[in-house]
């Protein structure tokens, strides 16, 4: 046995990083969840799992813990609190929740509930956004910001809501829609609340850098800003210019781009306030980042905690606002990647593998082998730390070899497989003393692309993580279970959909730092479940999933963790056979008659017999009602 124990394994994957309050490893070796942080009950992932499998719960499945999303809300409104009592701040902190990030009704309800005490309202942007919010929020004082591209239907129901007692607040993106505004109050004789949209020139920062800068999608130019509060002036209606909003683009790395935004922003602010709108509010947008690979230092990581986020918000802010004496604005953030992304945990099984290379290798009468065959045993033999560079440069030269003499035909197939199987076996013995030798990262690194296995995974990448395939996104991504042990063995992760772009190959190294394109994984035990969890994966996937290869939703449980034991809040099935296919536009009844059809013609021509055809048309029957993912009784 190896000296391997937990606390290895929770440092050779990161969770004491990336896993926050919510994610470690317990003394099983299994993955802990503790969703009210660490004070709080715990509950053991792989039992958990275990105990959902039994009540019909189907692999793939998504974990959902409302009590990470009222644990997020209490940790930004509370340092948003303790940021405005250290700096003596005058205005109020106000979140709202941008609905896009994740819709998901249950989860919406939560948020909405937990928010309840501190105000917290919602953000749309869009007009089913506003449509969900409208119905949903019932919380009195809370706001709802409208964003997004705006038609006068829009505009209108957003107004009449305030006569629902809503505190709704129509934000100008686009030039075009402040005269829609005007005109819509007008007619209803409703005294709008506007929101005016900056577009910054700080540049943003990471993978959504594109969302500030002059040439961004939304907000008003420096010079829209001077002609909207004309245009406010003359149509007597400044007084209803209530907010200043922007948005540099989610998941900031740096916080000096966060204070740079706020400073620009705050200029502004103070500006419009000297030209007579007094705006009440600075919205500073979404951007709070979080840190999916622990590192501190990667577009998916953050080089700052949520305390520092709030105290620079409301210290740059301060500072502008006491400058020109322009009195302080409430704080609104529309936080939602911070608020949402540790909720949710896709949990997925192993179906099996495609194992590359064999270990060791035993060769008896070497004499007798072909040279070819003798050089690589010899380096198999006698690869060290001092000699590894040069043997590694002749392992490369045989492999060539070995691929040249096999076409030109002096090789036979025999002989082919003996040095293929040899120089498997030197890969692995290479990246052993690799691993020991100083200098030889680069060697290590080419020799685990190289060995790593490919595990294949029952899940879809495209419907579950899709930035993993579309923007090389990390997500923490290990295995629930048998921490105890040494992970002997490296892999990428291949997903059900044919595409070859369908695959994890981009995981948390906390060796070198670096993203690695295998993850260290366990050996495969015959007739047992081996269970990976990808998590952080509460914001954006969701609903940016789609049904590549017809893989629709997994089933959902949300799950309420007590003292001693958990509660299941909610179970969500997911999307059947039926289901998916309605997409596309075929239907079931459809379908089957078709099938019906064939069979009775086959059963007349002889070549099907009826109960051929009956196990058929049950088969049929039953895929359509069916999970679109794998089954495997174990
Ligand atoms: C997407 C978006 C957000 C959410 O950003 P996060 O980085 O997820 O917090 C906030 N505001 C606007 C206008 C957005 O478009």
């Not at 609190?81 to 701040?89: D, F, G, L, P, S």
């Not at 949520?306 to 604005?329: R, T, W």
């Amino acid at each position: 046995m190896s000296d391997w124990d937990v606390q290895k394994s929770s440092e050779l994957y990161g969770i004491e990083y990336w896993g926050a309050d919510y994610f470690r490893i317990n003394s099983q070796g299994n993955v802990e969840a503790s969703p009210q942080g660490l004070k709080g009950p715990k509950i053991d992932l792989m039992n958990l799992v275990e105990d959902l499998i039994e009540r019909g719960i189907r692999m793939p499945m998504l974990l959902r813990f409302p009590d990470i999303v009222k644990s997020r809300i209490d940790l930004l409104t509370g340092c948003f609190a303790r940021a405005i009592k250290e700096y003596n701040y005058q205005g109020e902190y106000r979140g709202v929740y941008p609905i896009k990030v994740n819709q998901q009704r249950h989860l919406v309800e939560e948020i909405i509930d937990h928010g309840r005490e501190h105000k917290f309202g919602l953000e749309a942007g869009s007009k089913p956004e506003l449509l969900i919010s409208l119905a949903m929020m019932d919380t009195p004082d809370a706001l709802i910001i409208c964003n997004g591209f705006k038609d006068p239907e829009y505009i209108e129901m957003a107004l009449i809501s305030q006569k629902l007692g809503r505190k709704t607040i129509i934000v100008v993106d686009r030039m075009a829609e402040l005269e829609m505004i005007v005109t819509a109050a007008k007619k209803l004789g409703i005294r709008p609340k506007i929101g005016l949209r900056a577009k910054l020139y700080t540049p943003g920062a990471g993978r959504w850098a594109e969302t500030s800068g002059a040439r961004s999608k939304f907000g008003l130019t420096p010079s829209e800003i001077v002609h909207s509060l004309d245009y406010l002036r003359q149509q007597e209606m400044l007084d209803s210019l209530e907010l200043l909003h922007f948005h540099i683009g989610s998941q900031i790395p740096s916080i000096q781009s966060i204070k740079m935004a706020i400073r620009e922003a705050a200029r502004t602010l103070t500006e419009i306030y000297n030209l007579g709108g007094h705006i009440r509010y600075l919205d500073v947008g979404g951007g709070l980042g979080v840190d999916y690979d622990g590192s501190g230092r990667s577009d998916s990581s953050t080089n700052y905690s949520e305390q520092e986020y709030a105290n620079d918000v409301v210290s740059s802010l301060l500072s502008i606002c006491d400058e020109k004496k322009v009195p302080h604005p409430h704080i609104i953030s529309e936080s939602g990647r911070s608020l949402v992304a540790h909720t949710s945990v896709l949990i997925f099984d192993v179906l099996g593998m495609n194992e590359v290379a064999k270990k060791d290798y035993q060769l008896t009468e070497v004499e007798k082998e072909s040279r070819l065959v003798q050089d690589l045993w010899d380096i198999y033999q006698n690869v060290n730390k001092k000699n590894i560079n040069e043997f590694y440069n002749d392992w490369i030269e045989k492999k060539r070899d070995t691929q040249n003499l096999y076409n030109y035909g002096v090789l036979s197939l025999e002989q082919r497989a003996k040095a293929d199987d040899l120089s498997w076996a030197i890969a692995f013995k290479m990246s052993k003393v690799a691993q020991e030798a100083e200098d030889a990262e680069d060697i290590l690194k080419e020799l685990q692309r190289e060995l790593s296995d490919t595990y294949f995974c029952n899940f879809s990448v495209f419907q579950s993580i899709p930035d993993s395939w579309a923007l090389d996104q990390l997500f923490p991504v290990i295995p629930i279970h048998r921490h105890q042990e040494e992970p002997t063995r490296r892999a990428t992760l291949a997903d059900l959909t044919c595409d070859s772009d369908g695959h994890i190959s981009h995981f948390i190294d906390t060796t070198t730092g670096e993203p690695s394109e295998s993850l260290p994984v366990h050996s495969l035990k015959p007739q047992t479940s081996y269970y990976m969890g990808a998590f952080l994966a509460g914001a954006y996937q969701e609903i940016l999933g789609d049904l590549h290869n017809l893989f629709g939703d997994t089933d959902t449980v949300h799950v309420s963790v007590t003292e001693g034991g958990y509660h299941v809040d909610h179970v969500v099935e997911g999307d059947s056979v039926t289901e998916v296919l309605n997409y596309v536009e075929y239907s079931r009844s459809e379908l089957l008659e078709k099938v019906r059809r064939t069979t009775e013609a086959s059963i007349l021509r002889g070549t099907l017999s009826r109960s051929e055809a009956r196990l058929l048309l049950k088969h049929y029957e039953q895929g359509l009602a069916g999970y679109t993912y794998l089954f495997e009784p174990k």
